[in-house]
């Protein structure tokens, strides 16, 4: 994409949703192209990778604060975006809506930067904002034209902090979220208790438990299918039969899949498919049920056109979607799925 098709990421909380919808309809009018979840994403997509993709375009973020304070999903994006503040010059705007009685708490990265204060008169909160967004003063920006303007309640303005404390709280808020996310990718320490690797066919579950526990999932994939097709009698190249899945030992499934979702931390395993599965009606054949679950575990694109290659999964509980993998059965397709999700759930009787 060579030109910028937005101008300005709003992230808001969404309880909010009606007033910045308003804001942003203000915003076009005057010639500003806001990005806006309810307009731009397509239902059916994967938010994440959208929302990646416009953090690498977009080169401004406006953050809404109301009276519900910041939404979880808005903290995520918001936080993507001082990351992408520090390392490319990306401005971050915060704005008070007009249902803000007071200004709230919120992280010190954000109270480092002069707000937008939709409760006051004067400045014009929309002429500010769209400085904010095109780096223009306002005179510069609109020259004569009207902005349309929004009923605002009076209160006390929000001094700014000179230029050289604003960038130290944004990095000191940088370093602390680098610190909290290296804490999250390290391997998993050992457990106090044993992880359970009972077997009815003497099955070695230990190298499938640390691959694992070392969040190499594509690793743990393939050796997962190993295990499995020796637990049914056969040797690696070998596909299995539906018979062979409906009846595979309980054990040996519990084993797998509660390695699975206990070193995902309930993002991946057979027990998350079945349980999706079953929310699309247990689909035994081709159709629209169960292309639907192939979306939702990401083996399929929104289209269902075709099925993704394991190489194009994400791979990561950080940006998979729930269920991705195991990915084991997936080449069996609606067959294979069906069978182990039956299987599991008469293991659990």
């Not at 937005?6 to 309809?25: R, T």
């Not at 503040?85 to 990306?90: C, E, M, R, Y």
């Not at 390695?259 to 699309?280: D, M, P």
Request: hydrophobic share 35%; net charge neutral; proline share 7%.
């Amino acid at each position: 994409m060579t030109e910028q098709q937005f101008d300005v990421f709003l992230c808001h909380n969404s309880e909010d949703k009606p007033a910045v919808i308003e804001i942003a309809q203000q915003l076009r009018q005057n010639n500003i192209r806001p990005w806006l979840d309810i307009w731009e994403l397509r239902p059916g997509v994967d938010w994440q990778e959208v929302l990646e993709e416009q953090i690498r375009q977009i080169k401004c973020v406006a953050v809404f604060v109301g009276k519900a304070g910041l939404g979880p999903w808005q903290k995520r994006e918001m936080r993507a975006y001082i990351r992408a503040f520090v390392n490319q010059g990306s401005p971050v705007v915060p704005v008070l809506l007009p249902s803000t009685s007071k200004v709230p708490s919120l992280p010190i990265f954000l109270e480092g930067f002069h707000w937008v204060d939709y409760r006051l008169q004067t400045p014009d909160p929309t002429v500010q904002l769209i400085w904010g967004i095109t780096g223009q003063r306002p005179n510069d920006a609109l020259g004569t034209a009207e902005v349309i303007q929004t009923q605002t309640v009076a209160s006390e303005t929000k001094p700014s902090t000179n230029v050289a404390a604003e960038l130290a709280a944004v990095r000191q808020e940088l370093e602390r979220l680098k610190t909290q996310q290296s804490a999250v990718e390290k391997p998993l320490p050992r457990a106090a208790v044993p992880d359970d690797l009972s077997s009815e066919k003497g099955i070695d579950y230990t190298r499938l438990r640390d691959l694992l526990r070392e969040g190499k999932w594509r690793d743990a994939d393939k050796e997962t299918y190993k295990v499995m097709i020796r637990a049914v009698g056969k040797e690696s190249g070998d596909w299995f039969s539906p018979d062979e899945l409906q009846n595979f030992p309980c054990a040996d499934l519990k084993t797998i899949d509660s390695l699975w979702t206990k070193y995902s931390k309930g993002h991946f395993g057979f027990s998350v498919q079945k349980a999706i599965w079953q929310k699309h009606g247990s689909p035994t054949s081709s159709g629209k049920r169960w292309d639907q679950f192939c979306i939702d575990v990401g083996w399929k694109p929104a289209d269902a056109s075709r099925y993704y290659k394991t190489s194009e999964l994400k791979a990561d509980p950080k940006f998979s979607p729930r269920g991705e993998f195991p990915e084991v059965v997936g080449g069996g397709g609606v067959v294979w799925v069906s069978s182990l999700a039956s299987r599991l759930v008469n293991c659990s009787k």
